[in-house]
Nanobody, 125 residues
Framework: VQLQAFGGGLVQAGGSLRLSCAAS?????????????VGWFRQAPGKEREFVAG???????YYVDSVKDRFTISRDNAQRPVLLQMNSLKPEDTAVYYC???????????????WGQGTQVTVSS
């Protein structure tokens, strides 16, 4: 499955952005995007990549503590993009954001098999 992340940009602190993760194709075992667990990760300059939010194929959601109550991940399947709504953005949210997909129900892991290109999110103070 091929992933494409888009929706990044420059925003002032306190502002909002919505990222989208669109997919095409199938996994190596023939599953569709709707069958996959999808995660959002981010990597800031000089820092390790970190898990931000994820949603299983059944709709269970997980967030890193630093974005809880500010970010919302959602999907409505039908092969439509997985969304990451980011509100109350802070300068420390500045990073390249990546979406990724994997088969299986485990969400909080770095073992994702399919990765999209990153989209830059910059939050000015």
């Amino acid at each position: 499955v091929q992933l494409q992340a888009f929706g990044g940009g420059l925003v002032q602190a306190g502002g909002s952005l919505r990222l989208s993760c669109a997919a095409s194709g199938r996994t190596a075992t023939g599953r569709t995007f709707d069958d996959c667990t999808v995660g959002w990760f981010r990597q800031a300059p000089g820092k390790e990549r970190e898990f931000v939010a994820g949603i299983s194929w059944s709709g269970k959601v997980y967030y890193v503590d630093s974005v809880k109550d500010r970010f919302t991940i959602s999907r409505d399947n039908a092969q439509r993009p997985v969304l990451l709504q980011m509100n109350s953005l802070k300068p420390e949210d500045t990073a390249v954001y990546y979406c990724a997909a994997r088969e299986g129900a485990v969400v909080v892991t770095d073992r994702y098999d399919y990765w999209g290109q990153g989209t830059q999110v910059t939050v000015s103070s």
